[in-house]
């Protein structure tokens, strides 16, 4: 069954407490285009779990760590990744098994190669201040 669910920018909090109880794990994708509102979905999301930093988009550094009240995150944005050895290179084994959350930013170049259990949501610009969201959980839409 699919779902879509499409909301304002101003109801940002409220989709990102519904859609953070709705995770079953904490390895989290995000994808869509670029300026579709992923890093902005992130930061709502951080801010949910008690963050005190805001959080920014890791274009450059490719990883932010963020503490929480719901434990670590770390935010990845693979967008300048090239080849998925990269990745590896970082470290990338060393966050999956230390069972933080990842919130993971273009991440079709490692689908898989995470753990299969992970949290797809999938954003699309309606308008500029409208957007529709898919929450995946184990294969099962739940938006």
Request: hydrophobic share 40%; net charge negative.
């Amino acid at each position: 069954m699919e779902t879509i669910y499409s909301y304002d920018l101003n109801q940002l909090e409220s989709v990102s407490h519904d859609i953070l109880r709705a995770f079953d794990s904490k390895v989290v994708v995000f994808i869509g285009e670029m300026g579709s509102g992923k890093t902005t979905l992130v930061k709502a999301l951080l801010k949910q779990m008690g963050g005190q930093d805001t959080g920014n988009s890791p274009s450059f550094s490719l990883v932010n760590e963020y503490e929480t009240d719901e434990g670590t995150v770390y935010h990845f944005d693979l967008y300048r990744i090239n080849d998925v050895s990269e990745i590896w290179d970082m470290g990338f084994e060393d966050y999956l098994s230390a069972e933080n959350w990842l919130f993971i930013e273009w991440p079709e170049l490692i689908l898989d190669q995470i753990p299969s259990d992970f949290n797809k949501i999938e954003i699309q610009n309606v308008s500029e201040m409208s957007r529709s969201l898919k929450l995946t959980i184990n294969n099962t839409v739940l938006t």
